[in-house]
């Protein structure tokens, strides 16, 4: 099982990015995916779900009406459009799904069990 991300960079305040996430070894098309995130020195973060056809979406409220995540199972991507980007957006941003072997980890209702290793988001003037 494999994701990774691609996207991240340094955004001003009020701007834009994508984040992409590329997923191979498992059935992408029947597996929820999520995006999470972790800042230095706070808790890890979930930050939006997807359900496997993609009907179904969901939101933290630190990022509802701003972020907007989608996937495509013909390619085995999932993404996280992300607009009027906050200071305090600023985090490691990872994909993740429950499938695989790996010790059960959590933020708040949310857990994953396989994740990639991340794509950093800076925003700052």
């Known amino acids: 099982v494999q994701l990774v991300e691609s996207g991240g960079g340094l955004v001003q305040p009020g701007g834009s990015l994508r984040l992409s996430c590329a997923a191979s070894?498992?059935?992408?098309?029947?597996?929820?995916m999520y995006w999470f995130r972790q800042a230095p020195g706070k808790e890890l973060e979930w930050v939006s779900s997807?359900?496997?056809?993609?009907?179904?979406?969901a939101y933290a409220d630190s990022v509802k009406d701003r972020f907007t995540i989608s996937r495509d199972n013909a390619k085995s991507t999932v993404s996280l459009q992300m607009d009027s980007l906050e200071s305090e957006d600023t985090a490691l941003y990872f994909c993740?799904?429950?499938?695989?072997?790996?010790?059960?980890?959590?933020?708040?209702?949310?857990?994953?069990?396989?994740r990639g290793q991340g794509t950093q988001v800076t925003v700052s003037s």
């Open positions: 993740a799904t429950n499938f695989g072997n790996m010790k059960e980890k959590c933020a708040g209702n949310y857990c994953y069990r396989t």
């Open positions: 070894g498992f059935a992408f098309n029947m597996n929820s």
């Open positions: 997807i359900s496997f056809g993609g009907r179904n979406t």
